[in-house]
């Protein structure tokens, strides 16, 4: 029964990876349609982001399914605790896609991006994707040092995310403002996704070490770059 239990788990921990590689691959879609928001584009990126959080509800259900009728041991426990939040971040990941691809859609295609804070977001974008991946990899590889960098490799992140919030402060006409500050939403959004990287390798650290800890203090801004 135990064996049948854990390969349950390693089928869901394979459809958790599964999901995130698609996020990764629409992180590439946004990091395109921010210079083009094309109808087409716009309306995949917010898809893809129902769907997850479709996919999000679909893992917390059966793993809350299959662990009622186990007494799991306590590393299968960790794993399913590590599991179902997870569960929980693709859904948030899902949210900020929905997000984005309304904002995009929303975007005046009259308005020139003279700050091109566009190339910052779609920099932002790829940064993600790139977070996330390696997010997934770690979990995957039970990579413990691995996890530990990734808190560092947000900080590329949260510096142009800034950068895009700055630009915003210093237009004056109402055209050009709207579409910085649609752009200052967009890029909260990606900032959010790396944070939720970050997550993923707390959960990878958990399972190593049997601590739950942040990488991060949030009583405490952080590192600037």
């Known amino acids: 029964m135990r064996e049948a239990f854990a390969d349950r788990l390693a089928e869901l ?12 691959l629409t992180l590439g879609k946004i990091a395109e349609a921010v210079g ?56 948030l990941i899902g949210n900020q896609f929905d997000l984005i691809g309304h904002e995009l859609a929303d975007i005046d295609s009259d308005v020139r991006d003279r700050r091109r804070t566009s190339e910052r977001i779609a920099s932002m974008a790829t940064l993600a994707g790139s977070q ?31 950068e895009v919030f700055e630009t915003t402060l210093e237009l004056e006409d109402a055209a050009h403002r709207e579409l910085a500050l649609r752009h200052v939403l967009i890029a909260r959004s990606l900032e959010r996704v790396g944070d939720n990287a970050v997550d993923i390798a707390e959960q990878a650290a ?20």
């Not at 921990?13 to 990764?24: N, P, R, T």
């Not at 898809?47 to 009622?68: E, P």
């Not at 996330?132 to 142009?160: P, S």
């Not at 070490?209 to 990488?215: A, D, G, P, Q, V």
């Open 206 to 225: 958990f399972l190593i070490t049997t601590e739950l800890r942040e990488f991060t203090d949030a009583s405490r801004p952080k590192r600037k770059t």
């Open 132 to 162: 996330l991946q390696h997010a997934a990899m770690v979990f995957a590889a039970r990579d413990l040092a691995g996890a530990r960098r990734i808190d560092r490799e947000d900080d590329a992140l949260d510096r142009l995310n800034r």
């Open 13 to 24: 921990e394979q459809q958790v990876g599964g999901e995130l590689a698609a996020a990764v």
């Open 36 to 91: 083009d928001p094309t109808e087409e584009k716009c309306e995949a990126i917010a898809h893809a982001g129902q769907r997850l959080r479709r996919a999000s509800r679909g893992i917390d259900r059966d793993l809350v399914t299959i662990t009622a009728h186990q007494a799991p041991v306590a590393s299968d426990l960790r794993l399913v605790l590590a599991l179902l939040q997870l569960a929980h971040t693709l859904g």
